[in-house]
């Protein structure tokens, strides 16, 4: 049970490219999310998506785009990069019993630098 | 918006002591509170859940207690050791989809 895995581990990009951060998780999880963490600002939802073909914005989508690929992989895309986008990025999945229990589990990250 | 604080941001403390490590959430309207742990560039643990209606949950040295009504939550640490060195993170389920985290703790237990 490898839990949720990320690819790559680190990137560096320059302004303007493009990159697609893969995420996948095999506890059969319905959720999925992406985060950013960045230094004296917590960890902020970018995206989640509840199932298979649907997404939602979180706090910070601007610059991101999705993709709930099947149930067990969810990508995050960056169209065009920029330096504002440099931050470490987090995929998490959960397991949901009722509306009171929904216990997030989290992949290693992705420290993107965009110079 | 739901805003989690947690203090202090810096422990240090001899290896053997017990400690408490404190969240604090602006609106008592949530569905759960999970403790994380997070070591140097590394993703997150996770430790604890407490549910809305429970009180406490223990795991091993770790207990955490929720008071919904007064916004608080601890996370009791017995017998601290070094490898318990980290940076610890509180996060509130409240409406939505996202957790909200706290800023965290970083601890450094000393031999």
């Known amino acids: 049970n490898a839990g949720v895995t990320q690819t790559p581990k680190f990137q560096v990009l320059k302004t303007g490219q493009s990159m697609t951060l893969q995420c996948a998780q095999d506890?059969?999880?319905?959720?999925m999310y992406w985060y950013r963490q960045d230094p004296g600002m917590g960890l902020r939802l970018i995206y989640y998506?509840?199932?298979?073909?649907?997404?939602d914005k979180g706090e910070v989508p601007n610059g991101y785009n999705v993709s709930r690929l099947n149930k067990r992989e969810f990508s995050l895309r960056l169209e065009s990069a920029a330096p504002s986008q440099t931050s470490v990025y987090f995929c998490?999945?959960?397991?949901?019993?009722?509306?009171?229990?929904?216990?997030?589990?989290f992949g290693p990250g992705t420290r993107l630098t965009v110079l | 918006k739901q805003e989690v604080t947690q203090i202090p941001a810096a422990l240090s403390v001899p290896e053997g002591e017990n400690l408490v490590l404190n969240c604090s959430f602006t609106?008592?309207?949530?569905?759960?509170l999970q403790w994380f742990r997070q070591d140097p560039g590394k993703g997150l643990t996770s430790l604890l859940l407490i549910q809305s209606s429970q009180r406490e949950q223990t795991s091993g040295r770790l207990n955490a207690s929720l008071d919904k009504s007064s916004g608080r939550s601890t996370l009791y640490i017995a017998a601290s050791q070094p490898g318990d060195s980290a940076t610890y993170l509180c996060a509130v389920k409240s409406s939505g989809y996202a957790l909200n985290f706290g800023k965290g703790t970083s601890l450094l237990v000393t031999p």
């Open positions: 998506s509840a199932s298979e073909g649907t997404t």
């Open positions: 506890m059969n999880h319905n959720s």
């Open positions: 609106d008592s309207a949530i569905y759960n």
């Open positions: 998490a999945s959960s397991v949901e019993r009722g509306s009171s229990y929904n216990e997030q589990f």
